[in-house]
């Protein structure tokens, strides 16, 4: 089963909102990672954790704060977004140990969520 | 540099005619992972291939085929008898290893199939 679920599908939000959005796999998986993919472009890397750590973040702005509370799921938190933050989010996981091992484990991806920002 | 380069933005062609997606990587690594994601019109990124470096063997799964040449450093994608449901972007992206697993992914080739 290489099932990664996503809700909500569809988002609209006022910049003046909060919102999440959630990211679940029951694959065993212990990597996480948030993309961000905006019309006619390929995706674009903004987190990655790594055993519920956050490894990396792509300089992402602070409006945008993920969370990984197990190691199943992933959030990603939405307070005072801009217009321009109107895109397709997509999370992924992968095998992915953390020191040593294959460097080539695949990434999963899920539906994603369509996030529109007013 | 690590780069992945699909040349082709867009082909149209009419259904269970052959199509080619062209994908060609730079890469510094000796060592690394090529793969090609499908993207339908729903969004989703669907997985349908890795290749290792040390692996050149091309690989045939039902309709589809790919052919790796690293002395070309391409990684091509061959869809045989196309039909509509092909129609969606395809990626390839190239795996690269900076302290964590990171995809470098090409612009993508929207590919559509009609009837």
């Known amino acids: 089963d290489t099932e990664v679920t996503q809700t909500p599908k569809h988002l609209v939000m006022g910049m003046t909102n909060k919102k999440s959005l959630k990211c679940e796999q029951h694959?065993?998986?212990?990597?996480m990672y948030w993309y961000k993919q905006k019309a006619k472009k390929p995706p674009e890397l903004m987190f990655v954790?790594?055993?519920?750590?956050?490894?990396i973040n792509e300089s992402v702005p602070s409006r945008f704060s993920p969370e990984c509370p197990n190691s199943s799921l992933l959030n990603l938190h939405l307070h005072a977004l801009q217009p321009e933050d109107s895109a397709l989010y997509l999370c992924?996981?992968?095998?992915?140990?953390?020191?040593?091992?294959?460097?080539?484990?695949?990434?999963?991806f899920g539906p994603g969520t369509r996030l529109l920002v007013l | 540099a690590q780069k992945v380069t699909q040349a082709q933005t867009e082909i149209s062609v009419v259904e269970k005619e052959d199509v080619t997606l062209d994908c060609v990587y730079e890469?510094?690594?000796?060592?690394?992972?090529l793969f090609w994601y499908k993207q339908p019109p729903s969004g989703e990124l669907v997985f349908l291939i890795r290749?290792?470096?040390?692996?050149?063997q091309n690989e045939i799964s039902g309709r589809y085929s790919w052919n790796f040449q690293k002395s070309t450093s391409s990684f091509n994608f061959t869809i045989t008898a196309s039909q509509v449901v092909d129609s969606a972007v395809y990626f390839c992206?190239?795996?690269?290893?900076?302290?964590?697993?990171?995809?470098?992914f090409g612009t993508g080739t929207r590919l559509l199939v009609s009837p």
């Open positions: 992924a996981s992968s095998q992915d140990r953390a020191s040593g091992g294959s460097r080539g484990e695949t990434q999963y």
């Open positions: 992206a190239l795996r690269i290893y900076t302290g964590f697993q990171k995809l470098v």
């Open positions: 890469t510094r690594d000796t060592t690394y992972y």
């Open positions: 694959m065993g998986h212990r990597a």
């Open positions: 954790y790594s055993y519920e750590k956050l490894s």
């Open positions: 290749r290792n470096s040390f692996d050149e």
